[in-house]
């Protein structure tokens, strides 16, 4: 948060887009800093938290939008606003999701198997297990969730479904750990790098960021800065590759900045998180 805070330096009056709104931490940080006649435009594709931010950041400026970070140009072009002065992006999943014993997150969620950031859109991630075939789903699994097991995982996630789906988290994370051996004393659950991918590809997040990164410099006025906090590898090449090829963003971080030490020990999900940082340019293509 600091950091993020650091490099985007909100000043009164400014509209600054938070494309994931989550908690409403960032938000509501920034909104107290460009108040009283700026606001943070803020996104989230999952309904449960604008619901909680209608009640929680009532009364700040905050504009929120029930919609992919992905969509801010046409969003824009909705509220007739041209530019925004900065933008941040904190990728992944929320606590509030985490804790969300109904929707799958968890692996002690005894609910549908759902992994959606907006369960009224797509597939959720019992339909996707239930109908890919062996290969493919083993594919996902090994490079979405780096998953050195993911072709024996994916053998018997197709054996068990020829019986009965898999319908809730639970069931899923059993059938993970009975793929490996007992004695594994790992620091992180074997499940984990499953449910990751299948996270990853139910809300096509890859997807989402890459399209952001290459409509955001329309969105930003010259001087703009974005901020992405990644999670996961891939996310994180896909930041760094465009800050550095597209002509449109200047890096200002040249390595990605991680959690210090008293944020980790704060909050252990920062381990993996990294912060990459670039501003919009003059140039247009
Ligand atoms: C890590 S949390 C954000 C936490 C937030 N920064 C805070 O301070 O509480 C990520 C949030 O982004 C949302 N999200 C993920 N991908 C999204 C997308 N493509 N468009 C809109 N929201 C997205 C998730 O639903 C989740 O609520």
Redesign the pocket.
């Known amino acids: 948060?600091e950091e993020v805070l650091e490099a985007l330096a909100p000043q009164p009056g400014q509209i600054v887009v938070?494309?994931?709104?989550?908690?409403?931490?960032?938000?509501g940080r920034i909104a107290d800093l460009v108040a009283p006649d700026g606001f943070v435009l803020a996104?989230?594709?999952?309904p449960a938290?604008i619901a909680r931010a209608e009640k929680n950041l009532a009364g700040k400026c905050v504009q929120l939008a029930h919609?992919?970070?992905?969509e801010l140009l046409v969003t824009l072009g909705e509220i007739e606003v041209e530019r925004v002065n900065s933008a941040m992006l904190?990728?992944?999943?929320?606590s509030?999701?985490l804790a969300d014993r109904e929707r799958g997150f968890s692996f002690a969620s005894t609910g549908p198997l759902d992994l959606r950031?907006n369960p009224d859109e797509g597939e959720s991630a019992a339909e996707l297990l239930q109908r890919m075939p062996e290969k493919a789903l083993a594919d996902l699994i090994y490079l979405y969730g780096e998953e050195r097991a993911s072709r024996r995982i994916a053998r018997q996630i197709v054996a068990r479904r020829r019986e009965q789906p898999l319908k809730t988290a639970t069931d899923l994370a059993d059938l993970i750990r009975r793929c490996f051996p007992k004695q594994r004393h790992d620091r992180i659950d074997p499940a984990t790098r499953t449910f990751q991918a299948l996270r990853i590809a139910v809300?096509d997040?890859l997807g989402?960021l890459e399209k952001a990164l290459k409509e955001y410099p329309q969105c930003l006025v010259a001087g703009g800065k974005l901020a992405i906090i990644s999670f996961h590898s891939l996310e994180d090449r896909l930041v760094k590759t465009a800050f550095r090829d597209d002509p449109r963003w200047e890096p200002i971080t040249r390595k990605p900045i991680t959690a210090s030490e008293t944020e980790l020990e704060a909050n252990p999900r920062s381990r993996s998180a990294k912060l990459r940082v670039a501003m919009r340019t003059e140039v247009d293509l």
């Open positions: 948060m938070d494309g994931t709104l989550g908690a409403g931490g960032h938000t996104f989230d594709r999952d938290a919609n992919n970070y992905s904190d990728l992944g999943l929320s509030d999701q950031f809300n997040e989402s």
